[in-house]
């Protein structure tokens, strides 16, 4: 089955770290660029992080700049997030998704389930 | 950024009832939008990329239309499982920024 799981998720103080993972089976993980992105609860969406299939390029979106770094690991076929600094507003459902290895389809195919990290002290 | 704005909010309709949301960019996007669906408690789901191409699996009652700035969903005959969430989502600049969201409700 083609899936994407997300851990990792938890209560965390402001100012806090946390490591989200996604692991990926039943496709070409190294085939395809990955990205995380939120839900904030009752919230709209937010893309923030892209990673290319070999690592080399990354992106991130100006919110999480600098306080979130996003990794991979084509040989387990996980994704990562490395979140530091955190603040009350990165509270959110934080879902992994790729997107289709045709050129220009930066809309996201294939979801996982989400892991909800909350932020409070 | 580019920014997304959809209409309505809130839709209020009945089993059966052809529906439409509305999705204006700040910018010109071309054709590239997506639109998703989304359940309670559940990630969201592509329908339709390009601005009106149906994904594999979509039911063909759902269709979209549109380029440049505005763009449309239609739903052309609501059934029971479609009272839920929907977005848009522009593709043509990073970073890729999404619509607020309608939710169709049972009238």
């Known amino acids: 089955e083609v899936q994407l799981v997300e851990s990792g998720g938890g209560l965390v103080k402001p100012g806090g770290s946390l490591r989200l993972s996604c692991a990926a089976s039943g496709f070409t993980f190294s085939s395809l660029t990955l990205n995380w992105l939120r839900q904030a609860p009752g919230k709209g969406l937010e893309w923030l992080s892209s990673?290319?299939?070999?690592?080399?390029?990354?992106s991130y979106a100006a919110s999480v700049k600098g306080r979130f770094t996003i990794s991979r690991d084509n040989a387990q076929s996980s994704l990562f997030l490395q979140m530091n600094s955190l603040r009350a507003e990165d509270a959110a459902v934080y879902y992994c998704?790729?997107?289709?290895?045709?050129?220009?389809?930066?809309?996201?195919?294939?979801w996982g389930r989400g892991t909800l990290v909350t932020v409070s002290s | 950024d580019i920014r997304m704005t959809q209409s309505p909010s809130t839709l209020s309709a009945s089993v059966g009832d052809r529906v439409t949301i509305t999705c204006r960019s700040s910018q010109n996007i071309s054709k590239w939008l997506a639109w998703y669906q989304q359940k309670p408690g559940t990630a969201p789901k592509v329908l339709i990329y390009k601005a009106s191409a149906l994904e594999s699996g979509v039911p063909s009652r759902f269709s979209g239309s549109g380029s440049g700035t505005e763009f449309t969903l239609t739903i052309s005959s609501l059934q029971p499982d479609d009272f839920v969430d929907y977005f848009c989502?522009?593709?043509?600049?990073?970073?890729?920024?999404f619509g607020q969201g309608t939710k169709v409700e049972i009238k």
């Open positions: 989502q522009q593709y043509n600049r990073s970073p890729w920024t």
């Open positions: 998704a790729t997107v289709p290895v045709i050129p220009e389809s930066w809309y996201f195919d294939l």
């Open positions: 990673i290319s299939t070999s690592g080399s390029y990354i």
